[in-house]
């Protein structure tokens, strides 16, 4: 069964409403059911979906598409996983991957789609053993320290922490009885493997959080020390597998994202015991860094769910160092970001413990806006750091509109002319367009981008016919890079080229194709207007390259070449009043 015979029976055997009111209140109105969009930041119930068509679209934003779209965007899932999740709660079998050949020695090689669920399973095993182990006798240490710490049953469970045995082998013996090798365990670094070639527990005398996706799946883990004898790391963390990039996930994203969308903000905090601490204490908002600076993939990932961040990092100079490099890129990206400052040596836990949380409320409420925080730090700095800070910070805005108020705003701070930032960002700007002009065809003009539209517009509407546009030239009158993008997309995919598309493919995609578009079932009419739009097209550019070489002609005097020249246009003139 190809992906094409899967898509149509998964949105035959799942209703959009029941999916989607998984995430979002639904409300009937008329034909449609109604709520405020989950992908942007609003409070008015513009995001529409129909049952009938099994669609949804947002006024506001203008997110679209099918159950398919909507269960990878809001689970940041890409098409396969998407496909793959949704087909098994559809009771629709995928059926049997086609063997890559054999490895040497005659091993059957392993597909990605074989290595990532073969590392699904190994990580659900040893996070059930985790569990097992923190409640076993063996656990009495770890219990002790998470009594120590105040986390109560529920934090336990709504977490699934754990605990690793200080056994060389339990793991081992543990992913041995569930029939897994310990290769594959290596390779999905639960295990790992000594210079003599013996295999032994990754992660061994440790309180273990498991990491988890959108779609609630343990991924990975990050294992703490409970006694410091100053011999091992305090924290370790997975590497990176084929379903786990630790730079693209949010511990505590899932548990939080409910409480995220009420509280309409998000308490971002540096590591597992800072979320899992916020959570004990109420703060079911609170999410967290794996163990890394914050990237731009986990960003763009928080953001499909809030617009408002709240930075809470340590009081010590890393930490302020972090806030720093933080809230620089969440204000880039346009969100609101604000940051809580600790007393000095202070961290969430100890304040919470020690101050409760009503002063935390406090601390909370007088957090600093963003952008002041950065201009509290670089007057620290020498002038000439400031402004190149300044300077490289305002390269990096991603949405225009944002860099006059972030310009006066720092030019205020820190008592410059704006003059002096907006000089330099118009310098970068112009070796920006520069860059630009040296790629021709990135740049169409207005008739050219028209004549791409419409184009794009029939071959999104009838992707079957891709070839009666071929045949007619339209393919090669494509003049902007994204429209060449757009179509080879559309030429690949064909009815499923949905799932492939950016967000700015997507709306055009929508807008042919979605419930306020026009009924696709005069496909001919619709050709045949294109076709028309197109030879006259033709004609014009006929007629101008023959006026164009017969003033070129001109210069040298060759009349008998002049003649010629106007019978090509008598014959296009006469073909156009044909």
């Not at 009111?21 to 930041?41: D, I, S, T």
């Not at 960003?299 to 809030?306: D, L, S, V």
């Not at 933080?326 to 100890?350: H, K, N, Q, W, Y």
Request: glycine share 8%.
């Amino acid at each position: 069964m190809n992906n094409g015979d899967i898509v149509r029976l998964v949105k035959e055997r799942l209703n959009i409403v029941d999916v989607v009111r998984r995430y979002v209140e639904l409300k009937r109105n008329g034909p449609r059911w109604m709520a405020p969009c989950p992908f942007h930041q609003e409070t008015k119930p513009s995001f529409s979906v129909n049952e009938d068509l099994g669609v949804f679209y947002c006024f506001g934003c203008q997110a679209s598409g099918d159950v398919i779209s909507f269960y990878s965007r809001i689970n940041g899932l890409d098409f396969k996983e998407t496909l793959e999740q949704l087909a098994q709660e559809a009771g629709v079998e995928v059926g049997p991957r086609p063997q890559a050949g054999r490895r040497q020695g005659g091993e059957k090689a392993k597909s990605p789609h074989s290595d990532r669920q073969r590392i699904l399973r190994m990580c659900q095993v040893a996070a059930a053993h985790f569990a097992a182990e923190l409640r076993s006798a063996g656990g009495a240490e770890c219990r002790a320290y998470v009594k120590g710490r105040g986390l109560n049953e529920e934090i336990l469970e709504r977490f699934g922490l754990g605990w690793a045995g200080r056994e060389w082998d339990s793991l081992v013996k543990a992913l041995r009885r569930a029939g897994f090798d310990e290769q594959g365990a290596v390779e999905a670094n639960l295990l790992s493997r000594s210079a003599k070639g013996t295999v032994y527990d990754r992660f061994r005398g440790r309180f273990i959080f498991p990491i988890k996706n959108l779609s609630n799946q343990v991924i990975a883990f990050g294992g703490r020390i409970i006694r410091d004898e100053g011999e091992e790391a305090k924290y370790i963390n997975s590497s990176d597998t084929p379903v786990y990039k630790k730079g693209e996930h949010i511990f505590g994203l899932p548990q939080a994202r409910k409480s995220i969308a009420n509280e309409e903000r998000a308490l971002l905090a540096e590591g597992y015991m800072d979320v899992v601490t916020l959570h004990q204490f109420g703060y079911e908002n609170a999410i967290g860094v794996l163990g890394t600076a914050l990237t731009p993939e986990q960003i763009k990932r928080i953001a499909g769910f809030t617009s408002r961040v709240t930075l809470l990092f340590d009081g010590d100079r890393a930490g302020r160092k972090a806030a720093l490099r933080g809230s620089e890129m969440l204000l880039a990206r346009g969100l609101t970001c604000t940051v809580v400052t600790f007393p000095e040596g202070e961290d969430i836990d100890s304040f919470l413990r020690k101050e409760g949380t009503e002063t935390f409320n406090v601390l909370l409420e007088r957090s600093v806006d963003g952008l002041e925080y950065c201009v509290a730090v670089l007057k620290a700095l020498a002038p000439r750091e400031a402004v190149e800070w300044a300077r490289n910070f305002l390269r990096n805005v991603e949405i225009p509109e944002l860099l006059s108020p972030y310009i006066s705003k720092l030019a205020g701070h820190l008592r410059l002319s704006e003059n002096v930032l907006r000089d330099g960002l118009a310098d970068w700007h112009g070796r920006e367009r520069s860059k630009q002009r040296a790629r021709p065809h990135d740049k169409a003009q207005p008739r050219q981008l028209m004549r791409d539209e419409q184009i794009l517009m029939f071959a999104a509407r009838y992707p079957g016919r891709l070839q009666e546009l071929r045949d007619m030239g339209a393919d090669m009158l494509l003049q902007s890079t994204p429209a060449r993008k757009f179509w080879e997309k559309i030429d690949v995919w064909g009815d499923g080229a949905e799932y492939h598309l950016d967000e700015p493919e997507k709306k055009i995609w929508f807008f042919c194709r979605g419930p306020l578009a026009p009924p696709r079932d005069n496909g001919d009419k619709e050709l045949e207007s294109l076709r028309n739009a197109l030879d006259d097209y033709y004609d014009k550019a006929q007629k101008s390259s023959v006026f164009a070489a017969l003033s070129k002609n001109s210069v040298t005097g060759d009349f008998a070449s002049d003649l010629d020249y106007l019978r090509a246009l008598q014959k296009t003139l006469e073909k156009k009043h044909e």
